[in-house]
């Protein structure tokens, strides 16, 4: 599915947890243990993980989400 959102782009499935924003970045939603081996291999992704306060690399508290909303 696509929904246009604020100049930019949001793509997702109803059936996976993971959104491309603008066709570049992609975010997995996870909980605080969710790891890597799903994006890997992908340039530009994320994970947004529940239960986390503070970012680690590339992996990013979901709360942040809501900030930038």
Do not use: C
């Amino acid at each position: 599915m696509l929904s246009t959102n604020y100049n930019h782009k949001v793509e997702y499935r109803k059936t996976a947890i993971n959104t491309k924003v603008d066709g570049k970045y992609i975010f997995e939603v996870g909980g605080e243990r969710k790891t890597f081996d799903q994006i890997a291999d992908i340039p530009n992704s994320y994970i947004l993980a529940d239960m986390l306060e503070l970012p680690i690399g590339r992996k990013l508290p979901l709360w942040i989400v809501g900030l930038m909303y």
